[in-house]
C-alpha cells in the first residue's frame, strides 16, 4: 500500500500559494486496511477516509466509469489494482492531475507542471465531459487564478461547449451548482466565473436572470474590491434584475440558497434606491427605510446592505455617504423603548409612541445639519 498527496495542494504549492488543504490518494489498500489503521470512513459514493490525527482525507485510487446523465451517473472501482497513473487520468485538469510522494517526488504523467507554468487550464481526457460540475469547477479556477494570468485551452472550452449542448448540464444537482457558485463568489475575481459559463453556453440554462453585460455583474467587480463576503457580493450581482423579488425569490428556491443570501439580496434590490437617495427623505420616509431594513435588530445585515450600497453607487457614478445613513440608524436606535415603558405605553400604543419618538428625533437631527 503507498499513499500519495494529490491534487490542489500540489498546484498552490507550485503556485507559491498558501495550501488550504490537503488531499491524498491510497494505492494499493482496501477498505480494511485503512480501517484497521484507524481511519474513518466517510462518503457514499466512493470509499474516503479521514485521518485519525490530521482528519485530512484519504481516498482509495478508483477508476470510474459513466452509466447516466449527471453528477451521480457513475460506478467505481476502488480495488487494489487500480494504479496511480489511471486514478489521476480520471481526475478534471491536467494542474489537478499530479501527485507527490512523501519523499517530495513529483509524479505527472498528464503533463501538468508544463500546463501550471504557462497558466493554461487543460482537461486531462475525454472523460471531463462525463460530469457537468466540471464546468463549474474550471469557472471557479479561473476566477481563483485569472490575476495570475491563467485561461483555458481553446480544445477544453470546445469540449465544455458540446457537453452543454449535448444536454449534460441539465443534469446538474442544485446542491452542486450552489456550492461551486458560492465558493466562486468568494474567488479574486467571480465575474471570471459567469464569463466561462457564458462563452460555453451554461449561463443563459442554469441563470437565466444574469447576463455578462448587466448593471449586476459590473457592480460585482466594483464590490469585489471592498469586501471578500460572497453574500454582498451575491446582493449586487441581483440587485438590478427584471422583477427582482420575483427573480431573487425564484433563484434561491431552484438551488436552495442560504436565507442570509435571499434576505440580502431581496433587501438590497428593493432598498437600495432609496438609500442612495436617503438624505432627500423626510424624517418620517427615513425612519420608514431603516424600519424596512430591519435596522433594530439586524445591524451586522445593515452594515453589509450598507457595502453593497456603496459598490451599487460608485457603479452608477451616484455620490452616496454610508456613514449619513449609518448616523441616522444611530439616532432612530437612540431612543429609550424602556423609558417608554416605564411612562405607562405598551403594545399598540407603545409602538405608535416608539414611532413618533424615534422620528422626532430624526427630524431634529436633520433640521440641525441644515
Not at 461551486?180 to 453556453?201: D, I, Q, S, T
Not at 424624517?283 to 424596512?292: G, P, Y
Not at 456613514?323 to 405607562?344: C, E, F, R, Y
Request: net charge neutral.
Amino acid at each position: 500500500m503507498k499513499i500519495y498527496l494529490v491534487g490542489g495542494a500540489i498546484r498552490d504549492q507550485m503556485l507559491g500559494l498558501p495550501v488550504k488543504e490537503r488531499d491524498w490518494v491510497v494505492v494499493g489498500g482496501t477498505i480494511e486496511d485503512m480501517l484497521k489503521l484507524g481511519y474513518k470512513q466517510v462518503g457514499k459514493e466512493f470509499p474516503v477516509f479521514l485521518h485519525p490525527k490530521t482528519g485530512e482525507e484519504y481516498a482509495l485510487a478508483r477508476m470510474e466509469r459513466k452509466t447516466k446523465p449527471g453528477y451521480q451517473g457513475f460506478v467505481f472501482d476502488t480495488s487494489p489494482q487500480v494504479t496511480l497513473t489511471e486514478d489521476l487520468l480520471r481526475r478534471d485538469l491536467t494542474i489537478n492531475a499530479m501527485a507527490q510522494t512523501a519523499e517530495g517526488e513529483l509524479i505527472d504523467p498528464y503533463h501538468g507542471k508544463q500546463d501550471l507554468e504557462r497558466k493554461i487550464l487543460r482537461h486531462v481526457s475525454p472523460a471531463f465531459a462525463e460530469d457537468p460540475v466540471r464546468i463549474l469547477r474550471v469557472g471557479r479556477l479561473l476566477a481563483r487564478y485569472a490575476h495570475l494570468n491563467f485561461h483555458i485551452a481553446p480544445e477544453t472550452m470546445t469540449l465544455m461547449q458540446h457537453m452543454v449542448t449535448s444536454g449534460e448540464v441539465n443534469a446538474l444537482v442544485a446542491e452542486r451548482v450552489w456550492k461551486e457558485l458560492e465558493r466562486a463568489l468568494g474567488e479574486k475575481n467571480p465575474e471570471k466565473f459567469f464569463e466561462v459559463l457564458a462563452e460555453c453556453g451554461a449561463l443563459t440554462i442554469l441563470f437565466p436572470d444574469l447576463a455578462i453585460d448587466s448593471i449586476g455583474m459590473k457592480t460585482l467587480v466594483v464590490v469585489t474590491q471592498m469586501t471578500h463576503h460572497p453574500v454582498i457580493r451575491f446582493a449586487v450581482l441581483f440587485h438590478a434584475v427584471p422583477d427582482a423579488k420575483k427573480s431573487i425569490l425564484s433563484f434561491t428556491k431552484t438551488y436552495r440558497i442560504p436565507n442570509d443570501y435571499k434576505e440580502l439580496a431581496s433587501l438590497t434590490a428593493l432598498n437600495y434606491e432609496k438609500a442612495l437617495h436617503a438624505q432627500t427623505l423626510s424624517a418620517d420616509e427615513l425612519l420608514k427605510l431603516l424600519s424596512s431594513l430591519d435596522i433594530f435588530r439586524r445591524e451586522t445585515r445593515f452594515k453589509q446592505f450598507l457595502i453593497a450600497c456603496q459598490a451599487i453607487a460608485q457603479t452608477h457614478a451616484i455620490p452616496f455617504d454610508s456613514t449619513w445613513l449609518m448616523t441616522s440608524a444611530q439616532i432612530a436606535k437612540s431612543v429609550d423603548v424602556q423609558t417608554l415603558i416605564a411612562q405607562g405605553f405598551y403594545d399598540l400604543q407603545l409602538a405608535t409612541k416608539l414611532k413618533e419618538e424615534r422620528s422626532k428625533k430624526i427630524a431634529e437631527w436633520l433640521n440641525d445639519l441644515l
